[in-house]
């Protein structure tokens, strides 16, 4: 849709820069042919001397041209007289010599001049000449700009419109995921409070204690209470604090272990323990959690993940994951932050869409595939300012 609406902009420019350049040749040739016309009569006129007498149609021709500027200069190369150059009778004789002499200037690069010449009648032998030096009329300079000042409108016009259109549709994005989040938050939180009470009451309860369920559900619930406070991180504007990397890190990958193939080692690599970087800890572990499990998809349950710590220059962090997976095919490398693209049967195509959101909205970092080769692996890297 977007390709469409620039190719029709694109031949719509074409065609009136074209079409503008068509009628400013028309327009020029006229000009040049007036001017002949102009310099024909100004012969005529001398060699008859008939000045006071002129026919109509030849008085017509001189004093109607009132577009084309024009300078007459003697065989002495002296400025005879002028026409269409804006002199204003007040000024002074130096002042309007200097105006002449510049326009004199613009009009020899424009065109060749005119020759008029007087001939003897008889002999035919040239007596004295002038030249006529001229440029294009204000109009014909004007419509030479006239595609340029267009094609610069439109150009502005479409990019306004263009931001205003995509600032509406992140506005839009933006109250969707606010307010999907904040309401699953809220709605979570009343079944959670319950599920504690009801631990509480068993933990107290002869029938179930002491036999390790107690435990799993107060694990359960603990999982059901991290997730709602993504979820409410998500919906609302999340405060970022600094943090050590590799403690979030490898809470992460402790959580991760029991949870997934035992043939999938996590390796956590860092220069420095002490690698800090401002996020908020809840979802920062959400988006390590979702390149992790895609990774351990990629991987179809054998191979390694490994998270490197990197210092990059002006207070920046890198945290690279790398896998050992089916790697990403080139052409698909620009659609997987997209929502809704997915290769798997049961996937949403979400995680990415989310870590991208988290990473760069709420945290003004960076996310992206800094590598992928088929069949060999991929790496995702995240930048952050420490
Ligand atoms: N490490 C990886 N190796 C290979 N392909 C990947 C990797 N990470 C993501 N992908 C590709 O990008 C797609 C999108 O990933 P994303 O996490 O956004 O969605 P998903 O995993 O398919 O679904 P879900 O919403 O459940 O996470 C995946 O379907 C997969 O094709
Ligand atoms: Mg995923």
């Known amino acids: 849709m977007k390709w469409i609406a620039l190719l ?34 100004m012969e005529y006129t001398i060699e008859n001397n008939v000045a006071d007498q002129l026919p109509s149609v030849i008085r017509e021709i001189i004093i109607n041209n009132d577009q084309i500027p024009l300078i007459y200069v003697n065989s002495k190369d002296e400025i005879e007289n002028w026409r269409n150059i804006k002199i204003d009778e007040k000024w002074s004789e130096e002042k309007k010599q200097e105006v002449l002499k510049k326009e004199l200037e613009s009009m020899k690069e424009a065109y060749e001049p005119k020759h008029v010449f007087d001939r003897d009648e ?100 603990k999982k059901l209470q991290l997730i709602t406070e993504r979820f409410s991180n998500i919906g609302s504007v999340p405060v970022l604090k600094e943090e050590k990397l590799e403690e979030i890190i490898n809470n ?47 991987m179809g349950g054998i191979g390694s993940i490994r998270i490197k710590l990197l210092h990059g220059s002006d207070h920046r962090v890198f945290i690279d994951i790398t896998d050992t997976g089916k790697g990403i095919a080139k052409s698909k490398i620009k659609h997987v932050f997209n929502p809704g693209f997915t290769t798997k049967q049961r ?24 590598s992928s080769e088929e069949n060999e692996g991929t790496t995702f890297r995240i930048v952050l300012s420490s």
């Open 8 to 41: 029709i902009a694109a031949v719509i420019s074409i065609v009136s820069i074209y079409y503008t350049n068509y009628l400013v040749n028309k327009l020029k040739e006229r000009e040049i042919k007036s001017i002949e016309v102009f310099a024909s009569s």
């Open 347 to 370: 996937g949403w195509g979400l995680g990415l869409t989310l870590a991208k959101r988290i990473i760069e909205t709420y945290h003004k970092g960076k996310i992206f595939v800094k």
């Open 122 to 221: 008889q002999t035919g032998e040239i007596l004295d000449f002038w030249f006529i030096y001229y440029k294009n009329s204000f109009l014909l300079t004007q419509l030479t700009y006239y595609p340029i000042i267009q094609l610069i409108i439109i150009g502005v016009f479409g990019l306004i419109v263009y931001l205003i259109f995509s600032y509406s549709k992140t506005a839009e994005q933006n109250r969707v995921w606010v307010g999907l989040a904040k309401e699953t938050a809220h709605q979570l939180g009343t079944p959670i409070s319950s599920l504690m009470a009801w631990v509480e009451y068993f933990k107290e309860d002869p029938g179930v204690k002491n036999k390790g369920v107690v435990e799993e559900l107060d694990k359960d619930i």
């Open 252 to 298: 992460v990958v402790e959580y991760l272990k029991p949870r997934i193939s035992t043939k999938v080692s996590i390796d956590v690599i860092t220069i420095s323990s002490d690698v800090r970087a401002n996020l908020n800890a809840p979802l920062f572990e959400w988006v390590l959690e979702n390149l992790c499990k895609n990774a351990v998809d990629a």
